[in-house]
């Protein structure tokens, strides 16, 4: 019972850390809701180490994601004609009220919530499986811009998460 309850808590701490680190990235973007792309980035942040771990398996340099995702920014406003600069703005204060994600972010929350019932604790190796498994966004598009299989990135997050739940 009692291991139960930890395990509660444990998943309720990292679901808390994951979405306090992913608002963080979307203000730093002048965003007021996160996307799949800052989920990837606070996955990377986690104390559990097994995102980190997965993009290094799969052959991806997981430092190599923000620019990649700056870029995504910069070409998309380039399309519509438009110069992105470097931001120098400083990062929008934390909204109030509920917390809020993007569609983008809100799909991965709610893919991570689908199969937790199952296993805890949540890891950063689960998100990044989740949106590995994204077809369209940003957050696919900056990992195949880094060359990333994301088929492979998928089935290596996968096993990581796997084998951390069976320890």
Known sequence: MFQGLKS???????VKRLCERAEAYALQDQQRQPGAEHFLLAALDLPDGTARHAFEQAGAEPDALRAAIDQQYADALRGIGLIAETPTAAPLPTPSGPYQAAASGQAVMQALAAPRK??????GAH???VV???SEGVAPRALRALGVDLARLKSTADAIAQAA???
């Open 8 to 14: 509660k808590l444990d998943d309720m701490g990292a």
């Open 118 to 123: 199952s296993h805890s604790p949540l890891l």
């Open 127 to 129: 998100v990044v499986a």
């Open 132 to 134: 590995a498994d994204m």
């Open 165 to 167: 739940h069976t320890r």
